[in-house]
């Protein structure tokens, strides 16, 4: 087998609160071959978003050590470590974190402007991004203009359009009514059998079902780990009917 | 992230903001208008005094005769003969640059008209005195060397003489009792008004060298030709120092003194005091800038101010930009480009404000006014290093972020 996308040995991190130490996440050791959809829950402060932080190279580890696609980013510098963001992660947040004076389109070609993507290259890879998440007709849009679900599509565009093996996903359906929540999970879902590795961080169990796998976190610690019986499959939902 | 994304990005952030990013320029357009101005007047105000000097003789220098030593008490001088009119042609030739160099003799005795009378300086001149000392005639001629050659007893009298002996009607072509010689006045000078000193500059009267020596100011000394004085007047920009040094060199080794030993002449001249009024000036113009640029300074500040407003509300944007893998460089770089947009664009704006009120104040005020290219081009420097400066420390701060705390501040 080939190696994992994703391996993680004794990962913690400790936070200081003034002259406190708050160990949110300690002892996590794991693998996520690449093509894997796991949903990762947990009550809150159970450690699911700092694990989620650390594997998306977005903090750093305070104990152990993280290989991602074989390297160890455990070492690697800031700037380092926004060119693996860039070109090997693609985020979805619970609030859809657009750039609000950018339009649909631009938002989308913010990862690539960082990339060194040329200008009409940026532009037609946006635009290719936005048509698959079936927002083809409102580039010119403003987030302000869009509806929660359609934010959020930007967001899954913008975290598509390098072409990364893997996309983080942090409560993307927290803020989304359950239809729009299910399309999303749908679009996801349908991405994963293209190929790209899933995580997903959410509270809720009907969401989780959505992947493969889930993990569960409880006081920081990894406490279960096990494949989905009863997964739900897009299009079979019994509540979507509309 | 290239520098025409880095462009488009940083000016939308400005225009997402146009009333806090006027604002914030105006602390520059207000500084860099300042320094323009005031610079425009220091200039200006520099180049009055300048002209007013040249008009006074700044680049003459003035020869005079050694101090005979009698007994150990030196009687100061002109108390010697030693400086003679071949001294005057010498220097004429053998000195670079020199306009004018015109032997002179100088004295004072009583001047009768009709039953009018007065007592003036009287100076035995040659023609070259008239550029040396900048005389110009009013009425009538000057000496020519003719009248030079034949010692004639022809004069130009100044404006005071002829006020005081002729009341003010025109004195050409009266007789004049010089000493109870009668000379003929053959012009009237133009008026000078005063020297530094308070002296009345009108109050002479300019005959040709070699009537004077004859009777009237008493130097019969055969054939030595001696001279009270040797007016030595440089061109246009000619270092005075070094051609002081030159006279200095060539008198010395006309009149065979052994290096060591003292001159037997001195050499005065003004640019002292030329150089004094315009190291004045310049202190006048370096202080008016130096209080402009405190504006300017301020208006740094300012934009030092809404940069880390700036910075700190969009916390989440750089959060974002982190995560999809701005670099800490890119960062830096966008935040400090529109610092620098900020303040050059101040600057543009200062300039036209600054070159403006200059010219309106030169209008206003009468006074002059002068914008030096080079001022302009110092303000768009210092404005874009006012921008750098002060943007650093905000710009850095953001590049400086964790992404996760970025993307997490509300």
């Known amino acids: 087998m080939a190696s994992p996308l994703i391996r993680v040995e004794d990962l913690g991190r400790d936070y200081r609160l003034g002259d406190v130490n708050v160990t949110a996440l300690t002892g996590v050791s794991l693998e996520i071959q690449a093509g894997d959809f796991v949903s990762v829950m947990g009550p809150s402060g159970s450690g699911k978003s700092t694990f989620m932080n650390l594997i998306g190279c977005l903090d750093r580890a305070t104990t152990g050590r993280y290989w991602l696609n074989g390297e160890d980013v455990t070492r690697l510098s800031p700037d380092q470590l926004a060119g693996l963001r860039n070109r090997h992660l693609g985020f979805v947040f619970q609030n859809f974190n657009l750039l609000p004076r950018a339009t649909a389109l631009e938002n989308v070609e913010l990862p690539m402007l960082y990339a060194g993507v040329p200008p009409a290259e940026r532009h037609r890879r946006a635009r290719e991004q936005l048509e698959r998440v079936g927002l083809g007709e409102r580039m010119a849009h403003y987030p302000r203009q869009l509806s929660g679900g359609q934010q959020q599509r930007v967001a899954v565009a913008r975290a598509l359009v390098n072409r990364p093996p893997m996309i983080l996903a942090d409560e993307p359906t927290g803020a989304l009514d359950t239809r729009t929540s299910q399309e999303l999970m749908a679009l996801f879902q349908a991405l994963n059998d293209s190929g790209i590795t899933l995580v997903l961080v959410t509270h809720e169990h009907d969401i989780a079902r959505y992947g493969k796998r889930i993990l569960t976190f409880r006081d920081g610690r990894r406490v279960a780990d096990q494949p989905v019986a009863d997964r739900i499959l897009a299009g079979t939902e019994p509540a979507a009917a509309p | ?410």
């Open chain 2, 1 to 410: 992230m290239n520098t025409l994304d880095t462009l488009h990005s940083a000016l939308g952030s400005l225009r997402a903001n146009k009333l806090r990013s006027a604002l914030t320029a105006l602390g520059i357009i207000i500084g860099v208008a300042a320094v323009i101005t005031m610079l425009a007047v220091g200039e200006g105000a520099r180049e009055r005094v300048s002209e007013q000097l040249k008009s006074l003789g700044s680049n003459l220098m003035l020869v005079l005769p050694g101090t005979i030593t009698s007994s150990g008490v030196r009687l100061g001088s002109g108390s010697r003969n030693t400086l003679t009119q071949n001294d005057a042609a010498a220097i004429q030739e053998e000195v670079a640059g020199v306009l004018a160099a015109a032997p002179a003799l100088r004295g004072s005795g009583q001047l009768v008209a009709g039953n009018l009378n007065w007592a003036s300086q009287i100076y035995g001149i040659t023609p070259e005195y008239m550029i040396a000392r900048d005389w110009r005639i009013l009425r009538g001629r000057g000496l020519d060397e003719n009248d030079l050659r034949t010692a004639a007893k022809v004069a130009l009298v100044g404006q005071t003489v002829a006020d005081m002996l002729y009341g003010g009607s025109d004195p050409t072509g009266q007789t004049l009792r010089v000493k109870h010689v009668p000379f003929t006045i053959v012009g009237l000078l133009a008026s000078k008004g005063q020297s530094f000193g308070g002296q009345d500059l009108d109050d002479v009267v300019l005959i040709p060298i070699s009537t004077a020596r004859g009777r009237i100011l008493g130097q019969a000394q055969g054939r030595l030709q001696t001279v009270g004085q040797i007016s030595v007047k440089m061109r246009d920009g000619a270092d005075m120092q070094q051609a002081e040094e030159q006279v200095s060199a060539l008198l010395r080794q006309r009149h065979r003194i052994q290096p060591g030993q003292d001159s037997d002449f001195f050499i005065r001249n003004l640019s002292e005091v030329v150089e004094a009024e315009q190291a004045a000036s310049r202190t006048l113009s370096g202080l008016l800038a130096a209080v402009a640029s405190v504006s300017l300074l301020v208006g740094g500040i300012g934009i030092m101010n809404i940069m880390l407003v700036s910075v700190t509300e969009r916390t989440r944007e750089i959060g974002i930009r982190l995560a999809v893998g701005a670099r800490q460089r890119d960062i830096l770089i966008q935040f400090l480009a529109e610092a620098v947009i900020l303040s050059l664009f101040g600057a543009l704006a200062g300039i036209a404000l600054g070159v403006g009120g200059a010219h309106l104040l030169g209008h206003l005020a009468d006074w002059n006014i002068i914008v030096q290219p080079l001022s302009i081009g110092l303000s768009v420097f210092f404005a874009a290093g006012i921008g750098i400066f002060f943007g650093w420390y905000p710009a850095r701060k953001a590049a400086r972020m964790s992404p996760m705390d970025a993307l997490r501040y509300e």
